[in-house]
């Protein structure tokens, strides 16, 4: 069975503070996609990151960052240097794959919500 | 472009009422998600289209849901009889189908059965 688990319920920073969200997954899959999305506080879900299973090159966004470790089932975000803007609830995600993409069937992890104070 | 448009943005209803939720996806996508969000289970899946075609309606709850796809512009959520324990947030979402992509979200309809 497929799952995903942020195990960080809360994490609370101060502004300019770095900080790392962390996911871990299970499936027997091969192929799969694993993304980030996040809730701001008006509740709408925006897309941040997609990395499939065959990707594992980090990639960094601005002060944003993400370490795929398929060796320990992990896809981990960073955020550098936080602003009060970035508080929100980060959730990871994991899709299987299909033919040449993915299904979109998303399992979500349980979220963590993230802080930061000025 | 416009994205995925859900209405009503808030429902308040009385137990036992039905409840029709709605959804515009990205034009040009064919598949198209429900996701429903609880404080007690996160975000869970619903049901999801292909092509207007029902894929997988596992994560239906129970009889009291149903949904459908008339058209690749349209689909709806219904809830009869509503209860309680139905109040959440409920997303749809829609993708290309057989694409690497990802899916983009709607605003959400909160609804409240009281």
């Known amino acids: 069975a497929q799952k995903v688990t942020q195990a960080q319920t809360e994490i609370s920073v101060v502004e300019k503070e770095d900080v790392t969200l962390d996911c871990v997954y299970e499936t027997r899959d091969t192929t799969y996609y694993l993304f980030w999305y996040k809730q701001p506080p008006s509740g709408e879900l925006v897309f941040l990151i997609r990395?499939?299973?065959?990707?594992?090159q980090n990639e960094i966004s601005g002060r944003y960052s993400w370490n795929f470790q398929k060796s320990t089932s992990s896809f981990n975000f960073t955020i550098t240097a936080s602003q009060v803007v970035d508080s929100a609830v980060y959730f990871c995600a994991l899709s299987e794959a299909r033919g040449s993409g993915n299904t979109g069937k998303l399992i979500f992890g349980q979220g963590t919500t993230l802080q930061v104070k000025p | 472009d416009a994205g995925v448009i859900q209405s009503p943005r808030h429902e308040v209803t009385e137990m036992g009422q039905e409840v029709t939720l709605r959804c515009k996806p990205i034009s040009g996508h064919n598949s198209l998600f429900w996701y429903r969000q609880t404080m007690m289970r996160g975000l869970e899946l619903l049901i999801y289209?292909?092509?207007?075609?029902?894929?997988?309606d596992s994560g239906m709850p129970e009889d009291r849901f149903s949904a459908k796809m008339p058209n690749a512009s349209f689909s709806t959520l219904k809830i009869q009889p509503s209860e309680p324990r139905d109040s959440a947030v409920y997303f749809c979402?829609?993708?290309?189908?057989?694409?690497?992509?990802?899916?983009?979200f709607g605003q959400g309809t909160r609804l409240t059965v009281v």
């Open positions: 289209f292909n092509n207007n075609v029902p894929i997988d």
């Open positions: 990395r499939n299973s065959f990707d594992e």
């Open positions: 979402a829609s993708k290309k189908q057989g694409t690497g992509t990802e899916a983009f």
